[in-house]
């Protein structure tokens, strides 16, 4: 029993190398922002808090690595166990320092800084900030939140930090989509894709005639479908076709799994065909798209090309898991469009793709359960010995769904709507009606960001935090939680039994 304590006394100091590691880094992420006071010289009052928030990470990060006592060659391997901990400890970390900044400004308190800090990390884009009264500093840090929280801290870190060695931290997130047979390469690989596609969003945006600042940040937060923006009124206060035609390519860029990405890149068309989840998106967003368009007319809809235009938007914006909007959800009009605003949240629950930047149920997942419907159905008309193999297509692998695959999607189906049931409950409570209820915790559990009104600087404490525990969960996806946590109480435990 001495050795297996003296081993996970390593294990610790090899979290707490990381995290130290990570956070220091992360002070130089904090002060990207600080790099546009180059182009917007009256901005430099204003880097300030970022310059603060700065040093403060890099202090917590040299304190921790201090306090492993170990160096780089002892801390490079990073198991599973050890990174379902790093996961949760650095994205609360992140979150709490990422939140200073609104507080050093003095334009947000405690509990507001921390819910619009994790609305960026989560690709959530839930919002409490008034952005006509902000500076472009604090825009652009929320446009950077939400575009390395959809990439995550695994590709961060393991392309850019730990190395072939941090294939624990990598799985820990959530990520299968191991698309090069190094860890390492894998991560870059993601990287250079993710950024490729954001210069050329940005790119695209100038030239249909957004504004350049406002092109970098949009950009930003449509491939993270994260959906943060810099105007009050979303995209919609563009009223341009082309804009919101560029938004739809960017926001299906983004929900979609970099694996799938990857049979593009290489030119692997056969084994993209293969791959069930877009072909499920497609034909979802079609016939939603179909249902508001019929249901509304006449009632949110003047013409046949204006319900098409909103609702194809709406629709995509949603089960991406984007959160832009070109309507107005806090209407009347769309308040008593009971139809639209059930298929809205239904699409919202739904989700994007795995391995993507999009939140929700997952369209893999639904996909695995729709073929084991229908082969259930199959079954019915072969011999009762016969013997069936479902496989499904992820990337550019094929995969055997077995009962590992099924287990791991009813925990996470049941995981989510018991903690969506909960969190509707206590907006109830609050005084909202079921449906606002039904319509924001989806938003939030899924990483969506569109509001239909309960979000707001006003919200009573209690119903900030519930949004934040949603969009916390929804984003780390339950499971890693309920592995870290379950691991730090094992181990306390055990050292506690041990004294």
Not at 472 to 490: P, T
């Amino acid at each position: 029993m001495g050795d297996y304590l003296s081993i996970l006394r390593l294990r610790y100091r090899i979290i707490s190398w990381n995290l130290g590691t990570l956070f220091q880094w992360f002070s130089l992420i904090i002060l990207f922002p600080v790099v546009f006071v180059l182009f917007y010289p009256e901005e430099a009052p204003n880097s300030v808090p970022f310059v603060e928030t700065a040093v403060v990470s890099f202090i917590l990060g040299t304190s921790l690595k201090w306090l492993s006592g170990i160096e780089k060659k002892d801390a490079s391997t990073v198991m599973i166990q050890e990174g379902a901990v790093i996961v949760l400890f650095s994205w609360i970390g992140v979150i709490l320092l990422s939140a200073l900044p609104f507080m050093f400004s003095r334009i947000l308190n405690f509990t507001q800084a921390v819910f619009e800090s994790t609305s960026g990390w989560t690709t959530t884009g839930l919002t409490v900030v008034d952005v006509t009264k902000v500076s472009k500093l604090l825009l652009v840090w929320r446009s950077v939140m939400q575009y390395i929280g959809g990439a995550g801290f695994a590709i961060i870190m393991v392309g850019s930090i730990i190395g072939p060695g941090g294939f624990g931290l990598y799985s820990a997130e959530g990520r299968t989509d191991n698309i090069l047979p190094n860890i390492k390469d894998s991560a870059k690989m993601i990287m250079v894709m993710y950024l490729t596609y954001a210069v050329a969003g940005t790119i695209a945006y100038i030239l249909v005639g957004m504004p350049p600042f406002d092109a970098f940040n949009h950009s930003l937060t449509a491939l993270a479908t994260g959906g943060f923006s810099t105007k009050v009124n979303s995209i919609g206060e563009y009223n341009s076709v082309p804009i919101e035609a560029v938004t739809i390519v960017l926001m299906f860029l983004g929900t979609t799994g970099f694996g799938i990405h990857y049979t593009l890149w290489r030119g692997n068309f056969k084994a993209f065909v293969r791959n069930g989840e877009p072909w499920l998106m497609f034909a979802t967003v079609v016939i939603t798209t179909l249902v508001i368009m019929e249901k509304g007319m006449g009632s949110v809809f003047h013409s046949q090309a204006h319900a098409f235009r909103e609702s194809l938007f709406q629709t995509v914006t949603a089960i991406t898991g984007t959160g832009f909007s070109t309507v107005d959800f806090t209407s009347s009009a769309w308040q008593h469009f009971t139809t639209g605003m059930f298929v809205i949240t239904v699409l919202m629950i739904l989700g994007g793709m795995m391995d993507s930047t999009s939140g929700g149920l997952k369209q893999f997942r639904l996909y695995v359960v729709l073929r084991l419907i229908i082969d259930a159905i199959a079954r019915f008309t072969l011999p009762r010995n016969a013997v069936r193999r479902i496989v499904v297509w992820k990337g550019d692998k094929p995969k055997v769904v077995d009962q590992s695959m099924i287990r791991e999607i009813l925990l996470v189906f049941s995981l989510y709507f018991t903690t969506y049931t909960a969190g509707v409950t206590i907006l109830t409570l609050y005084g909202f009606d079921l449906q606002s209820s039904m319509f924001e915790f989806a938003s939030a559990l899924s990483g969506v960001g569109l509001s239909c009104g309960i979000t707001r600087p006003d919200l009573p404490g209690g119903a900030l935090w519930t949004l934040t525990v949603g969009m916390f969960l929804g984003r780390l996806e339950f499971l890693v939680i309920i592995y870290s946590v379950s691991k730090l109480f094992r181990d306390i435990s055990l050292f506690i039994s041990r004294r």
